[in-house]
T-cell receptor, first 112, second 112 residues
Framework: DVKVTQSSRYLVKRTGEKVFLECVQD?????MFWYRQDPGLGLRLIYF???????EKGDIPEGYSVSREKKERFSLILESASTNQTSMYLC???????????FGSGTRLTVV | QKEVEQDPGPLSVPEGAIVSLNCTYS??????FMWYRQYSRKGPELLMYTYSSGNKEDGRFTAQVDKSSKYISLFIRDSQPSDSATYLC????????????FGKGTKLSVIP
């Protein structure tokens, strides 16, 4: 089975900190995605990547950046964490355009 | 009008009931339809995947797509407490389509 691993299940960070969320997939998927999930708002796409060193903005990229130096790793960076970035963050990957995503278990980030 | 509409529930049913979960959509370009199941504090997992109109059955689960009405359904027969989760519909277009569009999810509780 494809595995998507997010490095932390729970994180607590202070306002203004730079935060790194790491995601690794082990099945050579080309496509990787970062979402946040909030009650009542559903999944919202932050950034995605179809290849190494390639990135595209999603629906809510403000306050975030990403890095994809290797095919298996896709990092989400909160440049200066704010309380409104408290959320569940989900990483996903997919092999090609015709199949669904495989999600990681999520990182619940709290910014205080 | 939102691209994908899904009643958030919550939906509460007794064990053994037949459950019907639904989504409507507005984009006639959608061709691939999926249902994800998300347990509390976990990432979504792909449950069912269908292409174009018709039915697909997998054990107690049946996915139904009516493209003429832009309506998709997930039926769960003989529902179990272990089916208690949030169910998200997702869909994508054909050639050139890279991303999934998600519904916001329906929270289901199956009461023993």
């Amino acid at each position: 089975d494809v595995k998507v691993t997010q490095s932390s299940r729970y994180l607590v960070k202070r306002t203004g900190e730079k935060v790194f969320l790491e995601c690794v997939q082990d099945m050579d998927h080309e496509n990787m995605f970062w979402y946040r999930q909030d009650p009542g708002l559903g999944l919202r796409l932050i950034y995605f990547s179809y290849d190494v060193k390639m990135k595209e903005k999603g629906d809510i990229p403000e306050g975030y950046s990403v890095s994809r130096e290797k095919k298996e790793r896709f990092s989400l960076i909160l440049e200066s964490a704010s309380t409104n970035q408290t959320s569940m963050y989900l990483c996903a990957s997919s092999h090609d355009r015709w199949y669904g995503y495989t999600f990681g278990s999520g990182t619940r980030l709290t910014v205080v | 009008q939102k691209e994908v509409e899904q009643d958030p529930g919550p939906l509460s049913v007794p064990e053994g009931a037949i459950v019907s979960l639904n989504c409507t959509y507005s984009n006639s370009a959608f061709q691939y339809f999926m249902w994800y199941r998300q347990y509390s504090r976990k990432g979504p997992e792909l449950l069912m995947y269908t292409y174009s109109s018709g039915n697909k059955e997998d054990g107690r689960f049946t996915a139904q797509v009516d493209k003429s009405s832009k309506y998709i359904s997930l039926f769960i027969r003989d529902s179990q407490p272990s089916d208690s989760a949030t169910y998200l519909c997702a869909m994508r277009g054909g050639a050139g389509s890279y991303q999934l569009t998600f519904g916001k999810g329906t929270k289901l509780s199956v009461i023993p």
